[in-house]
């Protein structure tokens, strides 16, 4: 059917950057919004970023804007998250999550919304102080 597989998470020190990478497989680039969500022990549920493949237009969570750059690669079918200025409250698992039918569950993205049908693993990633 569908698979996600997200890598790229890893240990690094407060300031430091990592480049996170999602592959989707079955479907390919076919959904309409492909973006990020997180998940961090003791923590809700927090839409990080996505973005559409009907119009390019990105979205990002308030905590992560002007920090973190969603972008994709048609060519290779993989999205990345570009994360900088990493801090320790960005330490969580990260979810890849699709979004073919724009149906429910629902996934806020600030005050952007996308459906959740398929999401992988998750890639760990940990910020130190």
């Known amino acids: 059917q569908v698979e996600i597989v997200e890598s790229g998470g890893d240990l690094v020190q407060f300031g430091g950057s990592l480049r996170l990478s999602c592959a989707v497989v079955g479907h390919g680039l076919d959904y309409h919004e492909i973006g990020w969500f997180r998940q961090a022990p003791g923590k809700d549920r927090e839409g990080v970023s996505c973005?559409?493949?009907?119009?390019?237009?990105?979205y990002y969570a308030d905590s992560v804007k002007g920090r973190f750059t969603i972008s994709r690669d048609n060519a290779k079918k993989t999205v990345y998250l570009q994360m900088n200025s990493l801090r320790p409250e960005d330490t969580a698992t990260y979810y890849c999550?699709?979004?073919?039918?724009?149906?429910?569950?629902?996934?806020?993205?600030?005050?952007?919304?996308?459906?959740?049908?398929?999401w992988g693993k998750g890639t760990q990633v940990t910020v130190s102080s």
């Open positions: 999550v699709t979004d073919f039918r724009r149906g429910s569950p629902r996934l806020y993205v600030g005050a952007h919304v996308m459906g959740m049908d398929y």
């Open positions: 973005i559409s493949a009907d119009d390019g237009t990105t």
